[in-house]
């Protein structure tokens, strides 16, 4: 396995161990400060549920939250928290057989600023997005919603002296959800 997915795949269990070891924890009481230290994104703390949207149909609602002590930037493109269906950003089963992506997908030039999200120590965010019509989630079984996206981003200078640090894209890795349709 090449080296940076050995690093990506590292970086998803450490993020997985820090969740599973905060479950019932108040995200400030979740943050391994070691863990966070050397790895920042590690610190990212993600849910995802899906609930009733406006339209009736099922919706992604998608937390993030910063447990760590230095502020993050992170691009918004291919996340919930771009706030449109652009990509795939979920995988989505029902009865265990992967659902195909139904929503655009596009081209994009060089991110600006404004297509970031900057995440202070201790803050949360949210992100509601209807899955149709992106998904077909119309025929009753048992769904399953997983995180598909990369977090890209920096880790910004905390004082005079410290620098933007760019972070390699890593996995999110969030809560899977389970729901049905009848």
């Known amino acids: 396995m090449p080296a940076p997915l050995q690093r990506g795949r590292a970086r998803c269990m450490a993020v997985a161990l820090v969740a599973a070891m905060s479950v019932g924890a108040p995200p400030s009481a979740a943050a391994d400060v070691s863990t966070a230290a050397s790895d920042p994104l590690a610190a990212l703390h993600c849910t995802l549920a899906v609930e009733t949207a406006a339209t009736g149909g099922p919706a992604l609602k998608a937390t993030v939250h910063n ?28 009865d265990g057989q992967p659902l195909d992506y139904q929503g655009p997908m596009v081209k994009r030039r060089a991110p600006q600023l404004r297509d970031h999200l900057t995440l202070k120590p201790g803050q949360t965010v949210q992100a509601v997005l209807p899955l149709a019509p992106a998904w077909v989630i119309d025929t009753p079984g048992q769904y399953r919603l997983s995180a598909a996206w990369m977090w890209q981003g920096q880790v910004l200078a905390s004082g005079p002296g410290h620098a933007t640090t760019t972070l390699a894209p890593t996995d999110a890795v969030c809560t899977q959800v389970q729901f049905s349709r009848p």
Do not use: C, D
């Not at 002590?69 to 691009?75: C, N």
């Not at 918004?76 to 706030?83: K, M, V």
């Open 67 to 94: 447990a760590g002590t230095r502020s993050l930037r992170l691009l918004r493109w291919g996340t919930p928290f771009e706030g449109t269906w652009r990509a795939p950003i979920v995988r989505i089963e029902r």
